[in-house]
């Protein structure tokens, strides 16, 4: 199975700054014969289910505002959120789904400071 | 509008069953793979498994396999989870989700709101 880290655990940024979380995978998922990370961002707001804000590492998904943003390739990742508003406070996830058993990482916290 | 909603949850003791739906809209539901993932409380996600839009091809995380069994039925728009042998590390509340694209290799674009399952004496 592929292991998918992220750090850190939890952050606190100030609103407006940049918040940036990392996440890794245990072996690459970057796919070859068509050069696309298998690899997606989530978001999830206490109560609520996940949404998914980045799909193939660096594509943001329809409706998700540009201050989000998805980088790297075959192990490593970053998501990056360049301007933190008080409503992205949430937990976010990566998933790697190029092999199953479809993996997320242990989750980040962003708070506030 | 792509709506996902999750019934059946409630509360089961160990070793009993249950059965999960998750009525969907809003999508040619037939083209979509679907997953299931659940979220213990308070803690991160799991992947748990996902069937193809024809429901020929399944797959299971190593925790369920052999236990909980994904379905579908393309003519009413449903996605189940049969749940057997049900375990306290059951307790979960568990999301259905769309794949993105027509291959089960894809991430999840929409979610419903979950449905809690409890297992406990």
């Known amino acids: 199975d592929i292991v998918m880290t992220q750090s850190p655990d939890s952050l606190a940024v100030s609103l407006g700054e940049r918040a940036t979380i990392n996440c890794k995978s245990s072996?690459?998922?970057?796919?070859?014969?068509?050069?696309?990370?298998?690899l997606g961002w989530y978001q999830q707001k206490p109560g609520q289910p996940p949404k998914l804000l980045i799909y193939?590492?660096?594509t943001r998904e329809s409706g998700v505002p540009d201050r989000f943003s998805g980088s790297g390739s075959g192990t490593d990742f970053t998501l990056t959120i360049s301007s933190l508003q008080a409503e992205d406070v949430a937990i976010y996830y990566c998933?790697?789904?190029?092999?199953?058993?479809?993996?997320f990482g242990p989750g980040t916290k962003v708070d506030i400071k | 509008e792509v709506q996902l909603l999750e019934s059946g949850g409630g509360l089961v003791q160990p070793g009993g069953s249950l059965r999960l739906s998750c009525a969907a809209s809003?999508?040619?539901?037939?083209?979509?793979?679907m997953s299931w993932v659940r979220q213990a409380p308070g803690k991160g996600l799991e992947w748990v498994s996902v069937?193809?839009?024809?429901?020929?091809?399944?797959y299971y995380a190593d925790s369920v396999k052999g236990r909980l069994t994904i379905s579908r039925d393309n003519s009413n728009n449903t996605l189940f989870l049969q749940m057997n042998s049900l375990r306290a590390e059951d307790t979960a509340v568990y999301f259905c989700?769309?794949?993105?694209?027509?291959?089960?290799?894809?991430?999840?674009?929409?979610w419903g709101q979950g449905a809690l399952v409890t297992v406990s004496s």
């Open positions: 072996q690459s998922v970057l796919y070859s014969s068509n050069n696309k990370n298998y």
């Open positions: 193939w590492a660096s």
């Open positions: 809003g999508f040619t539901f037939s083209s979509y793979a």
């Open positions: 998933q790697q789904y190029y092999s199953i058993p479809f993996t």
């Open positions: 989700a769309k794949g993105g694209g027509t291959s089960y290799y894809s991430a999840c674009d929409y």
């Open positions: 069937i193809s839009g024809s429901g020929g091809s399944t």
